[in-house]
């Protein structure tokens, strides 16, 4: 399975439109806005939009898989490498969203462990 463009989308995410820079002298980050864009209307690509693009591919990735499944099943199809590698590019896309999932809700808890 080719992840360089789940890569490709985490690189557009626009800096301080998930979390605040820290990093000093970095660029200053805005609040985000109930659009989930920066107070200043920051220009870019959102967390919550790449993180949505992401669970679509994979959705649809799951969907071809179970649809050449499907077709070589009944005869429609002969194409087994094809099926097989379809069925193996969802799994593996599966497990990384699983993977990136279960890294949020960590953060998330170590979050909420803090005290402030």
């Known amino acids: 399975m080719d992840i360089n463009p789940y890569g490709d989308a985490i690189a557009k995410v626009t ?27 920051a220009s870019g690509v959102s967390f919550k939009d790449t993180v949505k693009q992401m669970l679509t591919d994979v959705n649809d990735q799951m969907a071809t ?33 699983l993977a990136v999932r279960n890294k949020i809700l960590d953060a998330y808890q170590e979050i909420q462990r803090m005290q402030f």
Do not use: C, N, R, Y
């Open 65 to 97: 898989a179970q649809q050449k499944s499907q077709d070589l099943a009944i005869g429609k199809s002969h194409d087994v490498e094809g099926t097989v590698k379809a069925v193996e590019e969802a799994g593996l896309a599966m497990q990384f969203t």
């Open 15 to 41: 800096p301080g439109t998930f979390v605040p820079d820290i990093a000093p002298g970095g660029p200053k980050s805005a609040p985000l806005g109930e659009d989930g864009l920066g107070v200043a209307g």
